[in-house]
């Protein structure tokens, strides 16, 4: 059965401070390995995709690490800011070829940053 | 700016009602989108795959008579609950991959209240 799992459920953190959240999933055949940002009460929105080659991607503040073999993920947040507070996803895609691919998402970390 | 649209963002009906929900995509064709469910501090739950042209995929546990999934046009899919339930009370999601990409871009939700 196709499994993400994150790590820590929930963090709180000064502003300012770095953080990592982490993703360890089960999914197969792996296609790529998505982090998403979820405001409450909003959709999704896509911070960084990887695929099975790659394993580092930054995107401003945040940036994702890879481990194909160990079936790991990190996104580390540099600097935080108070905007930051939000539930960060991971989400793996298997390949399905012929059909457009289904995400398997893990339960979130709920992030807040204070003050 | 945003690349899937929901309408509407909020909803409250009453019991016994249907309502329904528009999934957009702005600027590409999306033969394929898919609906999901989300309740308070839960990720997201997959319930169908819309496929323009032909009839929606349900998982497991999802109730194709409750959940009309209706994939209009290349650009837009509705989920109608019909005879709504307080239970049926949740945040709705689609989303819709974009071909020739692994982005698959999320629309900001609609919550649905049933009193």
């Known amino acids: 059965k196709n499994q993400v799992e994150q790590s820590p459920q929930s963090l709180i953190i000064l502003e300012g401070k770095n953080c990592t959240l982490q993703?360890?999933?089960?999914?197969?055949?792996?296609?790529?390995l998505r982090w998403y940002k979820q405001d409450t009460g909003r959709g999704p929105v896509s911070l960084t995709i990887m695929t099975f080659s790659e394993n580092t991607k930054s995107n401003g503040r945040y940036t994702a690490t890879l481990d194909a073999d160990t079936k790991q993920s990190s996104l580390h947040i540099t600097a935080s800011q108070l905007s930051d507070s939000a539930s960060y996803i991971c989400v793996v895609s298997a390949r399905t070829p012929g059909t457009a691919s289904k995400l398997t998402f893990g339960t979130g970390t709920r992030l807040q940053v204070t003050l | 700016g945003a690349v899937v649209s929901q309408h509407p963002s909020r909803v409250i009906c009453k019991s016994g009602t249907s309502v329904k929900i528009e999934c957009r995509s702005l600027?590409?064709?999306?033969?394929?989108m898919f609906w999901y469910r989300q309740f308070p501090k839960q990720s997201l739950m997959l319930m169908a795959t819309?496929?323009?042209?032909?009839?929606?995929?349900?998982e497991q546990g999802v109730e194709k008579d409750k959940f009309l999934i209706n994939h209009a046009s290349l650009t837009l899919s509705t989920l109608t609950v019909t005879s709504a339930h307080p239970e049926d009370s949740s945040f709705y999601i689609c989303?819709?991959?974009?071909?020739?990409?692994?982005?698959?871009?999320f629309g900001p939700g609609t919550r649905l209240t049933v009193t």
């Open positions: 600027d590409f064709q999306a033969t394929t």
């Open positions: 993703c360890n999933y089960t999914v197969s055949p792996f296609s790529n």
């Open positions: 989303s819709a991959p974009r071909q020739g990409s692994y982005e698959q871009y």
């Open positions: 819309s496929n323009e042209g032909s009839k929606a995929t349900y």
